[in-house]
């Protein structure tokens, strides 16, 4: 009854597939604004700094511990491990796959319906006025249909090509929008930096400014390399299953951060050039993009153009993450239940849109129903699985590798496909030591805020 399982077509589609779930909203969203108000490149090197210790064991430890198994996260911590809890890992990342992708999908959504607004108004009745700005998004977003419509839409496309594979969906697709993106950001990053002024925003971006750094950056910037890794659900762990022996993961994992941090780079230089040519404020926060950009697009010229490629890159990037998210529950019920692909991904999908229609909903549409611990079913699904589903199943994973499955065989499946040595055992041992220490304490300074009101650190 065992088929073959799929494989990726190639290194290149394998690299191209796993960064393309990396560089998400998280890159061209999150980061930004983050930088934006925590002292612009002092964020930076902290970030850099939490993705070259944190993240870089975390992501070779999920390649590594699905190439070995060959089997998506349940599957495969029982295969390690077997009659232990350890499985139950596995289903927290299926778990938080299914609560990421019912918001992220919702987004997406958006992504969708202002690439159309570009395209159609090019925004001409925003032009500089960020109140109207705001307030046509407020209303967009809480209005009850409208958003259902875009977030259905950006759902079935998830479902379209999960359905169609491994190498016939997300490899083939990623080959075409990772490419895209690139080229999409270097024509925005030239245009912008070319704007009079524009040099100002890269200033702000790359000079560190100390000063704006508070604790509390630090820990962001943690909780961030995660996020934008991908990691801590068992995506990695998923695309790494559908690997052959001839890949070597360390110089693929290494890749992969790097086109994740660049594009990440590249996402802030487009839009602090834009922000400070034309004298917006760049402290602005998470409304930076959905409510100060279009207010910009419309008067420079060839606005029109520039921001609806701007809402069509992010709406790629948003694709390349969503299905990698849905992979995670699709491979699930083919590996654990023998479903076949195309049952699990219509079933799943349909059942994750429903609930992003809810998650939508309570925005504004619906809110006297869906409102949990005083918060939006929205915000509530954000925020339970970035502070908590995630660093947990990401330390989980570095525990286990360190203690469970043990460094001496763990080195011995990257060393398949690697030519060298490597890094001796004790250096790992430190490194995952270091990464678990460090996302222990993020959850625990959560926790702690939570009951008592203020963090440890922060
Ligand atoms: N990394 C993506 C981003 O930066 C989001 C994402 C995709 C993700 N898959 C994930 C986040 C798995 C956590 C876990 O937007």
Redesign the pocket.
């Known amino acids: 009854m065992v088929e073959k399982r799929e494989h990726w077509g190639s290194r290149f589609g394998f690299i191209l597939a796993a960064s393309g779930?990396?560089?998400?909203?998280?890159?061209i969203?999150?980061y930004p604004h983050m930088a934006g108000s925590n002292g612009g490149a002092a964020f930076t090197m902290i970030y850099l700094l939490c993705i070259a210790v944190v993240g870089l064991p975390i992501l070779i430890g999920e390649f590594v511990i699905g190439r070995k198994t060959q089997l998506s996260p349940v599957g495969a911590f029982e295969k390690l491990a077997q009659k232990s809890w350890w499985k139950y890992v596995g289903f927290l990342g299926v778990a938080?796959?299914f609560v990421?992708l019912s918001f992220?999908s919702v987004v997406g959504g958006w992504t969708l319906r202002y690439t159309f607004l570009a395209l159609t108004t090019g925004f001409e009745s925003f032009a500089g006025n960020p109140d109207i700005a705001s307030d046509a998004f407020n209303s967009f977003v809480s209005n009850a249909w409208n958003p259902i419509f875009w977030h259905l839409i950006f759902m079935g496309l998830c479902i379209w090509i999960i359905v169609n594979g491994v190498k016939g969906g997300i490899e083939r697709w990623s080959k075409v929008m990772m490419p895209m993106i690139l080229v999409l950001l270097v024509i925005l990053m030239v245009r912008g930096i070319t704007l009079p002024g524009g040099m100002e925003g890269v200033k702000f971006l790359f000079l560190p400014k100390f000063s704006d750094l508070t604790a509390s950056s630090v820990v962001l910037a943690l909780g961030h390399a995660?996020?934008?890794?991908?990691?801590?659900?068992g995506?990695m762990i998923t695309y790494g299953s559908y690997l052959g022996k001839d890949q070597n993961l360390v110089t693929s994992g290494i890749l992969i951060l790097v086109i994740?941090t660049i594009i990440a780079l590249m996402a802030g230089v487009v839009i602090f050039t834009t922000v400070f040519a034309l004298g917006a404020d760049p402290g602005e926060g998470p409304g930076l993009i959905f409510t100060i950009l279009p207010t910009i697009f419309p008067q420079m010229p060839g606005g029109h153009l520039w921001g609806t490629l701007f809402f069509f890159l992010l709406f790629l990037?948003?694709l390349t993450?969503?299905i990698?998210?849905l992979e995670?529950v699709t491979a699930y019920f083919i590996d654990q239940k023998g479903w076949s692909r195309s049952r699990a991904t219509y079933v799943f999908g349909s059942i994750i849109g429903i609930v992003g229609v809810f998650c939508s909903l309570s925005l504004g549409g619906f809110t006297d129903f869906s409102t949990v611990f005083n918060i939006s079913f929205f915000n509530f699904l954000d925020y339970a699985?970035?502070k908590y589903m995630?660093p947990i199943g990401g330390m989980l994973t570095a525990i286990f590798v360190l203690y469970r499955w043990g460094i001496p065989k763990f080195l011995e499946e990257i060393r398949e496909g690697q030519k060298g040595k490597g890094l001796p055992d004790i250096v790992v041992k430190v490194l995952f030591s270091i990464a678990i220490v460090v996302v222990f304490f993020i959850i625990a300074n959560e926790i702690v805020e939570v009951f008592t009101g203020s963090p440890l650190i922060g």
């Open positions: 779930s990396a560089v998400g909203l998280g890159n969203w999150k938080s796959a990421i992220y995660f996020f934008t890794l991908s990691l801590g659900m995506t994740d990037a948003a993450s969503a990698s998210i995670v699985s970035s995630l």
